[in-house]
């Protein structure tokens, strides 16, 4: 289980658009980075509470009864590989 907690950082700014795609600014590395639907929808999970394992839990459940989703420890990676591309980033920080 992992039970790393992730924060939005403070400087951050974001904005869904229309189509669910998300525009993120970082002052801390003067960038812009867009994210797709699926992305977004684990941004939008993090809270600075919810670990790693349970965000992955929240994610499978809500995906659960869509007919191509993959073996929930498949699902674990993807999820696991965009929470640490927002930390590679900077978007985000650890809590614990």
């Known amino acids: 289980m992992d039970k790393r907690v992730f924060k939005i950082r403070n400087e951050v700014a974001y904005r869904k658009s229309s189509d669910g795609n998300m525009t993120i600014v970082s002052p801390v ?15 939008e999970m993090i809270d600075g509470h919810k670990n790693v394992s349970e965000i992955i839990e929240q994610f499978y459940s809500t995906h659960s009864k869509d007919s191509n989703l993959p073996p929930k420890d498949m699902v674990g990676e993807d999820v ?4 640490n591309s927002f930390l590679e980033k900077q978007l985000v920080e650890l809590v614990k």
């Not at 696991?80 to 929470?83: N, T």
Request: proline share 0%.
């Open 29 to 43: 590395t003067d960038k812009i980075t867009t994210i797709n639907l699926t992305a977004t929808e684990i941004w």
């Open 80 to 83: 696991l590989e965009i929470l």
